[in-house]
């Protein structure tokens, strides 16, 4: 009994520990590769592949978000499997865990509005980015303060596409593209001058 609730306690410091110090796993160079691709495949869309309906909109756009997301997470994957020791992975684990459910939540908005009527599929711009800033959110506390500001500006954009959307008219490719290309960006800028910098320093 003595047992168990000493190995409770050293878990309990130990998840304190690591919320304490920051996560070093997202770096800056995927993240802005990934906000550039973001701007690029927006200029792509709009000059040569606008979209027929909403639904080849939203398509385009999960198949960039795919790919953005590897590029994201490329350096974790690899670190994950080559690098790290068994801690240094519980600690991913749970770093990225709390990241997850909000990816899952954007993928069940999206395939629910996709079973909905024409216009449904209006909101998901909009939508994407204020579930994508809550996820921002839920991984603050392993990331810099500052990362606070990149899940604002996720939010507050989302909330001013939802405001500005018009039911029927035609999706920009900006939306996405604008909205999660800058995002992308600021947080990189976040990771390499919180983190990145000092190391070198």
Known sequence: M??????????????????????????????AVAGGLALGAAAVQQTFFPPR??????????????????????????????????????????????????????ALITALLAQGDAG????????????FGLGVFSSRPYLPHATGYVGLFYVLAGALLLLLGTE???LSPWSVGGTFGAGQLLLALVLYWNIERRDHA
């Open 53 to 106: 309906d909403d639904l080849e909109y939203v398509r385009y756009w999960v198949l960039v978000a795919a790919i953005c997301g590897a590029l994201s997470s490329s350096e974790i994957v690899f670190n994950y499997i080559f690098r790290e020791d068994r801690c240094c992975r519980s600690r991913t684990r749970r770093v990225v865990g709390q990241f997850v459910p909000c990816l899952a939540a954007g």
């Open 120 to 131: 449904s599929l209006q909101w998901v711009p909009g939508l994407w980015a204020m579930v």
């Open 168 to 170: 029927g008219a035609a």
């Open 2 to 31: 003595e047992l168990e609730k000493a190995i409770d306690q050293i878990s309990a410091i130990h998840g304190y520990l690591a919320r304490s110090e920051v996560y070093r796993g997202y770096r800056s160079l995927p993240m």
